[in-house]
Each structure stands twice: as structure tokens, then as C-alpha cells.
Antibody
Framework: EVELLESGGGLVQPGGSLTLSCVASGFTFSSYAPSWVRQAPGKGLEWVSTLLSGGSTVYADSVKGRFTISRDNSKNTLYLQMNSLRAEDTAVYYC??????????????WGQGTTVTVSS | DIVMTQTPLSSPVTLGQPASISCRSSQSLVHSDGNTYLSWLQQRPGQPPRLLIYKISNRFSGVPDRFSASGAGTDFTLKISRVEAEDVGVYYCMQATQFPLTFGQGTKLEIK
């Protein structure tokens, strides 16, 4: 079964740092472009970042320069290092599988999410 | 950035009746490869999003055939032929034609 399992969320003070992890199973992790999407309380979905093949990364303007996406294919794990956190970063962070093929490009698998709360 | 606009934002529907959600993009979603990467997602209460439709009209694995979708260019529609209780939730359109990936605001489907 294809599965994504996030961890690492929690309460952090403004200006602080946090690292999220996402373990993938049931598919060849290295063949896809893993991504992070977040959802603020009571709000819609906001794409955060994607790690494309070849190692190139793309970020939303709202997190560029503060967040870093990375992966460890040997552990089937995706990471999101979040620095200089702000109250507006408070959200459920979903790990998602982004498919780059022309057959079905898009986000097709989602994790359960991990909650990040930025507050003093 | 491509802005995705959904209508309506709320849709009360009677069980067994059809429902329709529209999504409009601020620019064409036709990719340089000729494909249109428009998806529809469902988010049930307390659950993560789930892919329903990809590339305008293709149902994802396990999605009931009462869900259908159509559209082209900048205008797209998701239809549910007969709404069931399990269809309650928020529906999002999403474009993957270019980064940043962007989503519609969401349409809340509820039972009358």
C-alpha cells in the first residue's frame, strides 16, 4: 500500500526552527518528486515546496529563504527544515507525492499531516 | 502565479441529487507539452485531501464513477451525478501546469 507518514510537528516560538520528516512506503520513492503542502486552521490548501528530479527545488515565495526541502532516498524520507518561523506558518503540513509524468502530472498521494503551531 | 477561482464556495445538496462545481484559472492551463494539468481533490472532514480527478477528466484509482469532470483552457467543472452522504466535504481544484502549484479556495459540499 502506498503511504506517506509525517512527523516532527509541534509548538515552536516565533523565530524558532523545526524539521519535519515524511517516510514513504509502498512505491519507489526516488522515482517521484516529493512535496509539502500546508493548510492553515480553517483555510484552504497552500503549496509549499517540491523537490524535483536531479535535486532541483522550488519554493513558494512565502517560505523562500526560510524553508529547505531535502530527501534521503536510502531511508525513503523527505524533510522540511523550517527556520525563522512566523505565526502565519501555523498549519497542518502534508507530505504529498508529486508525479511529473505527462500521463498524470499532479499530486496523487497525501499523508495524514503533522501540525505546526508557531506561538509564544 | 495562476489564480484558481471556484464557484460556488458552498453547495447544499439533497441526497441523491446532482452537484456541480466550477473552477476557472486566471490563464490557460495548457502546458507546452499539450496537456492540461488540472486536478480535483476531495477533503472529507478531519481527513487529508484525496485525489479524485487528474488531467481534467481522468478518475483516479478507486474513485466512484458518479464523479466526472470536464473542461478546457481556463474553465473546468466537477460533477457528482447523485450525491451520497460520504461525499460531504470540501472540494478543491488544483493546477500543476506550472509552479507554484495553486489551488482553488475550496467548495464546501453539504447535505440539505
Amino acid at each position: 500500500e502506498v503511504e506517506l507518514l509525517e512527523s516532527g510537528g509541534g509548538l515552536v516560538q516565533p523565530g524558532g526552527s523545526l524539521t519535519l520528516s515524511c517516510v514513504a512506503s509502498g512505491f519507489t520513492f526516488s522515482s517521484y518528486a516529493p512535496s509539502w503542502v500546508r493548510q492553515a486552521p480553517g483555510k484552504g490548501l497552500e503549496w509549499v515546496s517540491t523537490l524535483l528530479s536531479g535535486g532541483s527545488t522550488v519554493y513558494a515565495d512565502s517560505v523562500k529563504g526560510r524553508f529547505t526541502i531535502s530527501r534521503d532516498n536510502s531511508k525513503n524520507t523527505l524533510y522540511l527544515q523550517m527556520n525563522s518561523l512566523r505565526a502565519e506558518d501555523t498549519a497542518v503540513y502534508y507530505c504529498a507525492r508529486y508525479t511529473t509524468s505527462t500521463t498524470s502530472r499532479g499530486v496523487d498521494v497525501w499523508g495524514q499531516g503533522t501540525t505546526v503551531t508557531v506561538s509564544s | 502565479d495562476i489564480v484558481m477561482t471556484q464557484t460556488p464556495l458552498s453547495s447544499p445538496v439533497t441526497l441523491g441529487q446532482p452537484a456541480s462545481i466550477s473552477c476557472r484559472s486566471s490563464q490557460s492551463l495548457v502546458h507546452s507539452d499539450g496537456n492540461t494539468y488540472l486536478s480535483w481533490l476531495q477533503q472529507r472532514p478531519g481527513q487529508p485531501p484525496r485525489l479524485l480527478i487528474y488531467k481534467i477528466s481522468n478518475r483516479f484509482s478507486g474513485v466512484p464513477d458518479r464523479f466526472s469532470a470536464s473542461g478546457a483552457g481556463t474553465d473546468f467543472t466537477l460533477k457528482i451525478s447523485r450525491v451520497e452522504a460520504e461525499d460531504v466535504g470540501v472540494y478543491y481544484c488544483m493546477q500543476a501546469t506550472q509552479f507554484p502549484l495553486t489551488f482553488g479556495q475550496g467548495t464546501k459540499l453539504e447535505i440539505k
